[in-house]
């Protein structure tokens, strides 16, 4: 099946700082890219959805200028986490989609990137 | 908005019988839907998914019954393997409202040796 990666797996830093993750389709083109946020022992919550070129749909309560979002190609999603607090500390789980409408397959998701601010 | 619930948050099965996982949604606009597995540290796995034009769908040891009168949804896992141990999720399309997919909140499956 299709593989969406994410880079890096796990990120360690400090309060204040911004860290960039990274979200790839490897095998495929993906024209819309999800990107989730998961607590432990809690649900995937989607933060934003973002398509190649344009610009991101976030959902509400989702501050836009401290989590950006670019999908520069149809392979590469990134969300930038701006001025990390402990309280951004997660799991973030990014997806992506082929496109047309929803089919059996058409979403597939990355292993996730453990957030940890000190 | 919308939910996607699950009535047990954690469930416990010997290995070798069958587990049955439930899940409530609210939104009747709802027409497709997705069971997910997710083991510790890391991403959702597809399972089983089924539109609302059905109401039972068989998979490898899984099946997924749709009861949109009470607006429910099941996985059955047959002969429960230790392997089967996760965090279980359903999830809901509507596709008429731009197709975003909702997670419910998850069951987490303990499979006993």
């Known amino acids: 099946g299709a593989v969406v990666s994410q880079h890096p797996s796990w990120v360690i830093c400090k309060s204040g700082t911004s860290v960039k993750i990274e979200c790839r389709s490897l095998?495929?083109?993906?024209?819309?890219m999800f990107w989730y946020r998961q607590f432990p022992k809690q649900s995937l919550m989607l933060m934003a959805t973002?398509?190649?070129?344009?610009?991101?749909?976030?959902e509400q309560g989702v501050e836009k200028d401290k989590f950006l979002i670019n999908h520069a190609s149809l392979t590469l999603s990134t969300l930038t986490v701006t001025s990390a607090h402990p309280e951004d500390s997660s799991f973030y789980i990014c997806s992506a989609r082929t496109g047309g409408s929803w089919d059996t397959d058409t979403q597939y998701f990355g292993p996730g990137t453990r957030l940890t601010v000190l | 908005g919308e939910n996607v619930g699950l009535h047990l948050p954690t469930l416990s099965v010997q290995e070798g019988d069958n587990s049955i996982i439930n899940c409530a949604y609210s939104?009747?606009?709802?027409?497709?839907f997705i069971w997910y597995k997710q083991e510790s540290g890391k991403g959702p796995q597809f399972i089983i998914d089924?539109?609302?034009?059905?109401d039972k769908r068989q998979g490898q040891r899984v099946t997924v019954l749709l009861n949109k009168t009470v607006k429910h949804l099941s996985l059955q896992i047959a002969a429960t393997q230790p392997g089967d141990s996760a965090v279980y999720f359903c999830?809901?399309?509507?596709?008429?409202?731009?197709?975003?997919?909702?997670f419910g909140t998850g069951t987490r499956l303990q499979v006993t040796l």
């Open positions: 939104n009747s606009a709802s027409d497709y």
């Open positions: 973002s398509n190649e070129g344009s610009k991101a749909t976030y």
């Open positions: 089924i539109r609302s034009n059905m």
């Open positions: 095998d495929f083109q993906a024209t819309t």
């Open positions: 999830a809901e399309i509507s596709t008429g409202t731009a197709s975003k997919l909702t």
